[in-house]
């Protein structure tokens, strides 16, 4: 019997698909554009502004310790600037501030939108935790939920979720006052996000 070959079959079979295998590796690395490092940033002359530590999940700061909690959101989109100003993530936070403030001498905006490509990548913490460090610095600040689909900021500071943000666009207001509540945090105010509709994407 000269054919078929099984042996060099199964080897021509194994070599075809590791080279298959290799360059479709190759191919999905190449093709991938999520940065993972510093050094990527700075090879894309991308400047960048702070660097946040990882607050954790499972664990939360309370009197000098921490204690463990169920729930991982409240971990995510807590106000960590608030309970724990002298800790290297609130100091994470104030040189972001202070970065975005140096970014802007020529005052030419007072908005600042923070944003994201997918959900629970962290823009609720970093929203809320910056919104207290300019509140902090004496500047009078409004926090503004546009998160149409799952708003949690009134969750983080505790207060009725409407009236809010859609109420605002869906009607004709000439009292603002209904919507702007007030914090425990001075100079800090909130808008949340309101009743949430069914087409976000076309509201916004």
């Known amino acids: 019997k000269i054919s078929p070959d099984e042996e060099r079959n199964m080897i021509f079979s194994l070599i075809i698909a590791m ?24 090879n894309r002359q991308l400047t960048i502004l702070a660097l946040i530590p990882s607050i954790g999940k499972g664990y939360r700061y309370q009197k000098n310790r921490y204690q463990t909690i169920g729930n991982a959101e409240k971990i995510q989109r807590r106000m960590i600037t608030q309970e724990d100003p002298k800790s290297p993530v609130s100091e994470a936070y104030r040189s972001l501030r ?35 460090t300019y509140a902090n610095l004496g500047k009078k600040t409004v926090l503004l939920d546009t998160d149409l689909r799952k708003p949690v900021v009134h969750n983080v500071f505790g207060i009725d979720r409407e009236p809010g943000v859609s109420k605002i666009i869906s009607s004709n207001m000439d009292n603002y006052d209904q919507v702007v509540r007030g914090t425990n945090i001075k100079n800090l105010n909130v808008i949340n996000a309101g009743v949430i509709p069914p087409n976000p994407s076309e509201m916004l």
Not at 23 to 39: C, Q
Request: proline share 3%.
């Open 98 to 132: 202070t970065s975005l403030i140096y970014s802007n001498i020529n005052n030419t905006g007072n908005v600042i939108l923070i944003s994201s490509p997918g959900p629970g990548e962290g823009k609720t913490t970093t929203i809320v935790n910056l919104a207290i």
């Open 19 to 42: 080279l298959v295998s290799l360059s479709l590796a190759f191919a999905r690395e190449y093709s991938d554009s999520t940065v993972r490092s510093i050094s990527e940033l700075q």
